[in-house]
T-cell receptor, first 116, second 112 residues
Framework: NAGVMQNPRHLVRRRGQEARLRCSPMKGHSHVYWYRQLPEEGLKFMVYLQKENIIDESGMPKERFSAEFPKEGPSILRIQQVVRGDSAAYFC??????????????FGPGTRLTVT | QQQVKQSPQSLIVQKGGISIINCAYENTAFDYFPWYQQFPGKGPALLIAIRPDVSEKKEGRFTISFNKSAKQFSLHIMDSQPGDSATYFCAASRSGAQKLVFGQGTRLTINP
């Protein structure tokens, strides 16, 4: 059973460009979470999605950031008009069930975004 | 607002020694406390987790101690090995919420 897959692993964008980060959850998992990790910091929750629905986006910046998890295909985290402060590692996690206390969140290897 | 505070930021332990990492939380609604291990270039992986109905949980060389009244929990790594060198994150969540709230991380180095 393949783990959570993320691509690309490294992404370089110039200021003002768009970044698209993809996440394929583990087989059978319908719950997807995105976290951001700034250098030397812990992971910060961004958004929780189920198929075709955004359930909790309380950690998402109000502008430029969006996420989707379509019925078919991977979950996408989209960052428009990137700025240097967006440089970070973005991790996707998936789980079989909703509650992290009963269903472990499995993390992907992350996408390291560098904005130049 | 930092809901989960982790210390120390970095830790160096000799091989065979005990590594201790501490976390404190603020939200009394938290009821699930996992520890994650992260190697460079990799995503975090669940190491061990505890619920507040027990004060200690042990899995192999890894033990979580939990103090509900003090709102603190800690990770103990017994007989630390060079392969344990990694960054460790504590986290917390509450029933009904999906997100994990992470501590700032501890970079652990085990010297051979």
């Amino acid at each position: 059973n393949a783990g959570v897959m993320q691509n690309p692993r490294h992404l370089v964008r110039r200021r003002g460009q768009e970044a698209r980060l993809r996440c394929s959850p583990m087989k059978g998992h319908s719950h997807v979470y995105w976290y951001r990790q700034l250098p030397e910091e812990g992971l910060k929750f961004m958004v929780y999605l189920q198929k075709e629905n955004i359930i909790d986006e309380s950690g998402m910046p109000k502008e430029r950031f969006s996420a989707e998890f379509p019925k078919e295909g991977p979950s996408i985290l989209r960052i428009q008009q990137v700025v240097r402060g967006d440089s970070a590692a973005y991790f996707c996690a998936s789980s079989l069930v909703r509650d992290p206390g009963t269903g472990e969140q499995y993390f992907g290897p992350g996408t390291r975004l560098t904005v130049t | 607002q930092q809901q989960v505070k982790q210390s120390p930021q970095s830790l160096i332990v000799q091989k065979g020694g005990i590594s201790i990492i501490n976390c404190a939380y603020e939200n009394t609604a938290f009821d699930y406390f996992p520890w994650y291990q992260q190697f460079p270039g990799k995503g975090p992986a669940l190491l061990i987790a505890i619920r507040p109905d027990v004060s200690e949980k042990k899995e192999g060389r890894f033990t979580i101690s939990f103090n509900k009244s003090a709102k603190q929990f800690s990770l103990h790594i017994m007989d630390s090995q060079p392969g344990d060198s990694a960054t460790y994150f504590c986290a917390a969540s509450r029933s009904g919420a999906q997100k994990l709230v992470f501590g700032q991380g501890t970079r652990l180095t085990i010297n051979p």
